[in-house]
């Protein structure tokens, strides 16, 4: 079946600019995770989202970042007044329950911030 | 805090051979999962051991797990050209979060 989708695959965008990424995860996944990757580093997770439960947003660097996920399934994450240090890749993982199962990536969105 | 924490951060073989790299980690664990990220975009999950585990095999792959060192290895056996990627270790610990390392970058060469 489909894989998770991530669009846009890149984003140039101008530092202030506010920017959204889209996330689709599996059919069927109950949880939806974001994470941030800069060059050459680990993952560095972002938020959770598990069915109808409040997301843990406790790896939001700053409130410029937020994300939402409508009817359980896609997800949107929102950077407003983009920085040069938000440049990254912007990876969405989803699993089909909360207790450590193996994660499947999307391809990520390379966000570039001038 | 990172929790994982791969090592060598870079190995370069030759084809044929085998490459072995290691994770560390700090505090308990229910299980710990492999990843192999091609070209910095999407992760794939390799393989998934548990904490009552010790050895998990597949295909190319042997993974294991001693809890008593807090540490994980991960051995590709006659490697090839396309194996070559960065390959991350990923703890879970009770809850919904995977904690990353930053990885081994593996090069084979031809």
């Known amino acids: 079946g489909a894989g998770v989708s991530q669009s846009p695959s890149n984003k140039v965008t101008e530092k202030g600019k506010d920017v959204e990424l889209r996330c689709d995860p599996i059919?069927?996944?109950?949880?939806l995770y974001w994470y941030r990757q800069s060059l050459g580093q680990g993952l560095e997770f972002l938020i959770y989202?598990?069915?109808?439960?409040?997301?843990?947003k406790s790896g939001l660097p700053s409130d410029r970042f937020s994300a939402e996920r409508t009817g359980g399934s896609v997800s949107t994450l929102t950077i407003q007044r983009t920085q040069q240090e938000d440049s990254a890749v912007y990876l969405c993982?989803?699993?089909?329950?909360?207790?450590?199962?193996?994660?499947?990536f999307g391809p990520g969105t390379r966000l570039t911030v001038t | 805090s990172q929790q994982g924490e791969e090592d060598p951060q870079a190995l370069s073989i030759q084809e044929g051979e085998n490459a072995t790299m290691n994770c560390s980690y700090k505090?308990?664990?229910?299980?710990l999962q492999w990843y192999r990220q091609n070209s910095g975009r999407g992760l794939v999950h390799l393989i998934l051991?548990?904490?009552?585990?010790r050895e998990k095999h597949s295909g190319r792959l042997r993974v294991t797990l001693d809890t008593s060192k807090k540490s994980s290895s991960l051995l590709i056996t006659a490697s090839r050209a396309a194996d070559t990627a960065s390959y991350f270790c990923?703890?879970?610990?009770?809850?919904?979060?995977?904690?990353f390392g930053k990885g081994t970058k593996l090069s084979v060469i031809p």
């Open positions: 505090t308990s664990i229910n299980n």
């Open positions: 051991i548990r904490s009552n585990e």
């Open positions: 059919s069927g996944h109950t949880a």
């Open positions: 990923a703890t879970g610990a009770g809850s919904y979060q995977l904690t």
């Open positions: 989202f598990q069915g109808n439960s409040a997301p843990d």
């Open positions: 993982a989803s699993s089909l329950s909360r207790s450590n199962h193996e994660q499947y």
